[in-house]
T-cell receptor, first 113, second 113 residues
Framework: DTAVSQTPKYLVTQMGNDKSIKCEQNLGHDTMYWYKQDSKKFLKIMFSYNNKELIINETVPNRFSPKSPDKAHLNLHINSLELGDSAVYFC????????????FGQGTRLTVV | AQSVAQPEDQVNVAEGNPLTVKCTYSVSGNPYLFWYVQYPNRGLQFLLKYITGDNLVKGSYGFEAEFNKSQTSFHLKKPSALVSDSALYFCAVRSGGYQKVTFGTGTKLQVIP
């Protein structure tokens, strides 16, 4: 039973396409996140939702749109994909509160060609 | 604002020797500090955290970390390194009133047999 699961694991697509990555957690956590890890392994937060409400929205192009249908799911939709969007995208979840650790999914490796 | 620095891109250590992976931080207010490990093609896994109390924190797989307020450091340590400890290690910080967790740039640990 995977705690935080993302699909797909790999995604290869052409520039200009629209794609979605899905994330689900079965931990009962209130807070979910999307992180981007670039080719140098730098990890940056993109979005955070708490109980379906957006609480963190970093300076991410508005081609990226998160959607949280319920507190167990946080999907990421990307419009008009660009070469620079190629990265590994991680979903994570945590209990509410600053002192709680996050649980990460396996990642989705997005390659834009 | 908050920030984390991991001054070493890579740390090499012989199997059986003690290891240290360095982390310094900057926050306003009291910090919550975390260490995560990332194995190749995997998501991050939580190792340990400092919230309050004892400055020496013990975590998974025999790792520990020491919180030093005066030096604003939170170095990760292990008394005897294993080859299987080879991975990418991330330090992270969150200050009490701040929603966002900031990750360091990561340190690659290579344990040599």
């Amino acid at each position: 039973d995977t705690a935080v699961s993302q699909t797909p694991k790999y995604l290869v697509t052409q520039m200009g396409n629209d794609k979605s990555i899905k994330c689900e957690q079965n931990l009962g956590h209130d807070t979910m996140y999307w992180y981007k890890q670039d080719s140098k392994k730098f990890l940056k937060i993109m979005f955070s939702y708490n109980n379906k409400e957006l609480i963190i929205n970093e300076t991410v192009p508005n081609r990226f749109s998160p959607k949280s249908p319920d507190k167990a799911h946080l999907n990421l939709h990307i419009n008009s994909l660009e070469l620079g969007d190629s990265a590994v995208y991680f979903c994570a979840s945590s209990r509410k509160g600053g002192s709680t650790e996050a649980f990460f999914g396996q990642g989705t490796r997005l390659t834009v060609v | 604002a908050q920030s984390v620095a991991q001054p070493e891109d890579q740390v090499n250590v012989a199997e059986g020797n003690p290891l240290t992976v360095k982390c310094t931080y900057s926050v306003s207010g009291n910090p919550y500090l975390f260490w995560y490990v990332q194995y190749p093609n995997r998501g991050l896994q939580f190792l340990l955290k400092y919230i309050t109390g004892d400055n020496l924190v013990k975590g998974s797989y025999g790792f520990e970390a020491e919180f030093n307020k005066s030096q604003t450091s939170f170095h990760l340590k292990k008394p005897s390194a294993l080859v299987s400890d080879s991975a990418l290690y991330f330090c992270a910080v969150r200050s009490g009133g701040y929603q966002k967790v900031t990750f360091g740039t990561g340190t690659k640990l290579q344990v040599i047999p």
